[in-house]
């Protein structure tokens, strides 16, 4: 389990201190799909950054499996939204999603993982193109494959579809959950978008304005497999979004849910 406790995050300059989080308390069980949403600047990526230990909190702790973190856990991987910037342009496909193994197992191993991954995000044949080479969707595909290749227990994705058009984020959002469903394992996914959070989700969790905090945690009962337009018709679908938008709009407005 992943534990979240008590944590706070100041900003300081010189003697003035600007407070990002307060009091943030959750949990996390194994393998379930957990959105964080929020309006933007809640502070949603700063409370990942936290969870993945690439920023000490003020107070409080994050207990990965019983461990109070004070740096990355190797069985954590972070994917960022800038996913252009993550990959190596002088690598080819094969060579990036090959990387977080090299020199953990032999060549013929990591070359056999990594071709799985590749086919599982629908990149097979372009095992030697460079990213640049590459759509955006085609590129956050094979940053979301380097980032599963090292078959982390945690997986921890700050907006990574936000920069795409409609089509390709449907797409990977359909593809995203394939291979969750494929292999199981946590994840923690960060996204301002409400239809993205209502679809992929075990639970949402919801912050409020800055700084921010946890002002609900909502279950999602919608069954999986989860499909584009049947699970958004879905009645359940419709409540949950009102339900949440109406938490994000008063919250945006500094009021208490």
């Known amino acids: 389990m992943l534990q979240v ?14 407070p990002a989080l307060t009091t943030i308390t959750f949990d996390v069980a194994d393998r379930q799909f957990v959105s964080i949403l929020g309006p933007s600047g809640c502070g949603k990526s700063t409370l990942l950054r936290c969870i993945a230990g690439l920023t000490l909190p003020s107070a409080g702790e994050v207990v990965v499996d019983g461990v109070v973190i004070h740096e990355a856990p190797e069985e954590m991987v972070y994917i960022f939204q800038e996913y252009g910037r993550s990959l190596f342009p002088w690598r080819r496909l094969l060579g990036n999603v090959s990387y977080p193994l090299e020199g953990r197992l032999a060549k013929a191993a990591v070359q056999e993982r990594a071709r799985k991954y590749i086919a599982m995000v629908g990149l097979t044949g372009f095992e030697s193109h460079y990213p640049w080479e590459m759509s955006g969707g085609m590129q956050q595909r094979a940053a979301i494959a380097r980032a599963l290749v090292k078959e982390p227990k945690y997986l921890l ?11 390709t984020r449907g797409h990977l959002e359909d593809t995203l959950l394939q291979v969750w469903t494929g292999s199981p394992r946590t994840v923690l996914f960060v996204t301002h978008d409400i239809d993205e959070a209502i679809y992929l989700s075990d639970r949402v969790l919801v912050m409020g304005a800055r700084p921010g905090r946890i002002v609900e945690d909502i279950v999602i009962e919608l069954p999986r497999p989860r499909h584009q ?3 958004k018709e879905d009645r359940r679908f419709s409540q949950y ?13 500094g009021g208490q849910p």
Do not use: C, V, W
């Open 5 to 18: 406790r008590n944590l706070s995050k100041d900003y300081r300059r010189g003697a003035t201190s600007t």
């Open 241 to 253: 979004r009102r339900r949440l938008f109406g938490l994000i709009e008063t919250s945006s407005a």
């Open 157 to 167: 994705m700050d907006e990574p579809f936000g920069a795409l058009d409609a089509q």
């Open 229 to 231: 337009i049947d699970t």
